[in-house]
């Protein structure tokens, strides 16, 4: 079954700087790969997904994500933090499996003024 | 579009309780989704409906747990006879019948179970 593990449970950027989240995966098929964001008290939102196709993708608010087949990986940048960036990021793999995704435990980010 | 709806929001309950949530997908979405999660974790899958039909369920999901979504529309998920390792948010989310989709998720109920 397909899975996903994202690497630091907590990131710190100042405002202004490079923004880069970890998520690997693993699956025996071509993978379906998702990022989420939460705010605090709030669902998940979509980002951005990787289907087929170009392996750079853009999603809202300024993210991308580039899937590396080789290195089995979808990491998450922003060339900028904002502050309104704070929040929980989650990356997610669909699981043909069950017919579900399958998240990582996340990771916080704190953007420091 | 109104969204995924979810209620109530929170919910406090004493241990022992029976409670009862509501999810409401998005009407074109045949597919509809329960996850858990707890402080500082990724959302946990709990079962997923396909039209009225319950097509998967996690062995988190207890015999404690149930869930119903009658004529494929709103969907109830009941906790019976609480306890306080039940306290969690709990996600819905609704799509269509295709992998590369994704979710949309409602707020979530926040249960306390004291």
């Known amino acids: 079954a397909q899975s996903v593990t994202q690497l630091g449970s907590h990131v710190s950027v100042s405002e202004g700087a490079l923004v880069l989240l970890r998520c690997n995966y693993s699956s025996s098929v071509p993978p379906y790969l998702f990022w989420y964001v939460q705010y605090p008290n709030q669902g998940l939102q979509l980002l951005l997904k990787y289907t087929t196709g170009a392996t750079l993708v853009k999603g809202i608010n300024g993210f991308e994500a580039e899937f590396k087949k080789s290195e089995t990986s979808f990491h998450l940048t922003k060339p900028s933090a904002h502050m309104s960036d704070a929040a929980e990021y989650f990356c997610a793999v669909y699981n043909n499996a069950g017919n579900m995704l399958t998240f990582g435990g996340g990771t916080r980010l704190m953007v420091k003024p | 579009d109104t969204g995924v709806s979810q209620n109530p929001r929170h919910k406090i309950t004493k241990r022992g309780q029976n409670v009862t949530f509501r999810c409401d997908p998005i009407?074109?979405?045949?597919?509809l989704y329960w996850y858990r999660q707890t402080l500082g974790q990724g959302p946990e899958f709990l079962t997923y409906f396909q039209n009225e039909a319950q097509l998967e369920k996690s062995r988190l999901l207890s015999d404690r747990f149930s869930a119903e979504r009658p004529k494929g529309s709103f969907s109830t998920l009941e906790i019976q006879r609480t306890e306080q390792g039940d306290s969690a948010m709990y996600l819905c989310?609704?799509?269509?019948?295709?992998?590369?989709?994704?979710?949309?998720f409602g707020s979530g109920t926040r249960l306390t179970v004291v």
């Open positions: 009407s074109e979405h045949n597919r």
């Open positions: 989310a609704s799509s269509f019948n295709r992998p590369d989709y994704g979710y949309t």
